[in-house]
């Protein structure tokens, strides 16, 4: 179980994280949301410990893998940058990557350089990555931000199918809420750095507690899942 | 017109100190821009991404280190290495070891200082793909250097330059001694004296020319194009 207690981040006078309890358990999925600057990707960077916090903790972080927001392609073909983080003999990784490759849609693309790759496309083949080996922890980042209608379905599809293959716990911040409604146990909204609602997609998206949480899911098409 | 009607002659004619000169060059240059980028690349990559105690102390002192006079550098390794210094045993002093050394010295601070800023480009955003790929401290080491090849290919032949072109301090270590430890530049400031600028004109001409294809080089390598659409 993974459990973050009491954590803050600041930057100087600002508070843009302050969260006293988060627990997430082995195999859940939990999905945040909120608007811009309300802290998700920081608490995404402070679990991936690609930050510190200003305060508190983190515990049961282990064999984790992140997609940040900004995916970076290294100067290497796709299939190489994907044989990065892949393991075993170099015929396995080669293996294991097309057939990760493949399900994203980037198999025509392998022996392509990956500096050359669009926003979307390099963003797939963070998501790539990240999914070549199984993993415990599995962290993303807004994975359907820079992706067009047809390549986030084909990434939350994949994300669908790997956390009913794997028991793998997801935690991922979106503002579509097909994502969030097709993948999460849990929804955590946030607002200002903090917690407004917390609870499953039915409780939390259609039926909020706070004034503010209605008001920011009244904009959300809930029904076109 | 005829100094270079001469000097000429002497590139020619493959004169045999001639080629004997470019060769201790070469060998000092290669060995000390190879040592240096050995210490001065993973040097500069800590700096640029690690986080240590006295990492700013350590920045200033190779700020302040690639500023360091080859005068004094010489002085720093004949004092360490002659008779009675405490390396005096070992009796590379006025040997082609001695003037790697002192060069290493000069050149180190000035390879693991422009390599760190190379790298603190984009070592964060390095550091955090590579922690989300799973790679360990070693692995994504190695990513800093490789994802920076082409502008610490420039700094290799900085070093290169810098090394090939320096007379200061391997004068003072190397002594610039005939048929052992003349190098070009040694031999360019010591035929000058002489009167004999035929011959200085001809190592002139010499150095000029590695100059240019180490460019031409550096060019090739690192893609450059012209900023004009």
């Known amino acids: 179980m993974i459990k973050a207690l009491n954590l803050k981040k600041t930057y100087g006078e600002k508070t843009v994280l302050e969260l006293d309890e988060l627990c997430v358990s082995d195999g859940e999925a939990l999905v945040i949301v909120g608007p811009n600057g309300s802290g998700k990707s920081t608490l995404l960077k402070i679990l991936a410990g690609v930050i510190e916090p200003t305060q508190g903790s983190v515990e049961g972080v282990e064999g984790l893998r992140y997609v940040p927001q900004q995916s970076y392609a290294f100067k290497r073909t796709v299939l190489e940058n994907c044989m990065l983080s892949a393991e075993g003999s170099r015929k396995e990784k080669q293996r294991k990557s097309l057939e990760i490759l493949e399900r994203l849609g980037l198999s025509e693309l392998a022996d392509k350089k990956a500096t050359g790759l669009s926003g979307g496309e390099k963003q797939r083949l963070a998501i790539a990555r990240a999914l070549v080996e199984p993993c415990r922890l599995l962290l993303l980042d807004e994975p359907t931000a820079s992706a067009d209608v047809e390549a986030a379905e084909l990434i939350e599809d994949t994300l669908a199918q790997y956390k009913k293959a794997t028991s793998c716990t997801i935690i991922m911040t979106t503002h579509s809420p097909k994502a969030a409604m097709g993948i999460a146990d849990r929804v955590l909204i946030m607002n200002k750095g903090r917690r407004a609602e917390l609870g499953t997609p039915e409780q939390v998206l259609r039926a909020p507690e706070s004034a503010w949480a209605k008001s920011f899911i009244a904009g959300w098409s809930l029904d076109e899942n | ?229």
Not at chain 2, 131 to 149: P, S, V
Request: with cysteine; net charge positive; charged share 15%.
């Open chain 2, 1 to 229: 017109m005829d100094k270079f009607a001469e000097a000429f002659g002497y590139l020619f004619s493959l004169d045999r100190e001639l080629v004997q000169i470019i060769g201790v060059t070469l060998k000092m240059s290669f060995f000390s821009t190879l040592i240096s980028c050995l210490l001065g690349f993973p040097m500069g990559a800590a700096i640029a991404a690690k986080k240590f105690k006295g990492r700013r102390t350590a920045k200033r002192i190779l700020s302040t280190l690639t500023g360091l006079p080859p005068v004094v550098a010489g002085l720093i390794v004949y004092m360490l290495f002659t008779r009675y210094g405490p390396f005096g045993s070992l009796n590379v002093l006025f040997t082609v070891k001695a003037m790697v050394i002192a060069q290493v010295i000069l050149i180190t601070p000035i390879v693991a200082s422009l390599s760190s800023a190379v790298i603190e480009g984009n070592c964060r955003t390095i550091r955090e793909t590579a922690i989300g790929m799973g790679l360990d401290g070693k692995k994504t080491f190695a990513l800093y250097l490789t994802e920076n090849r082409t502008a610490l290919f420039s700094v290799l032949l900085t070093a290169f330059g810098r090394s090939i072109a320096e007379v200061g301090a391997v004068s003072i270590v190397g002594g610039n001694i005939q048929w052992k430890t003349r190098v070009m530049t040694t031999a360019i400031m010591l035929e000058t004296n002489k009167g004999n600028f035929s011959f200085a004109l001809a190592l002139g001409i010499i150095l000029l020319i590695i100059a240019l294809i180490i460019n031409i080089g550096a060019s090739l390598i690192s893609g450059e194009e012209p900023c004009d659409d």
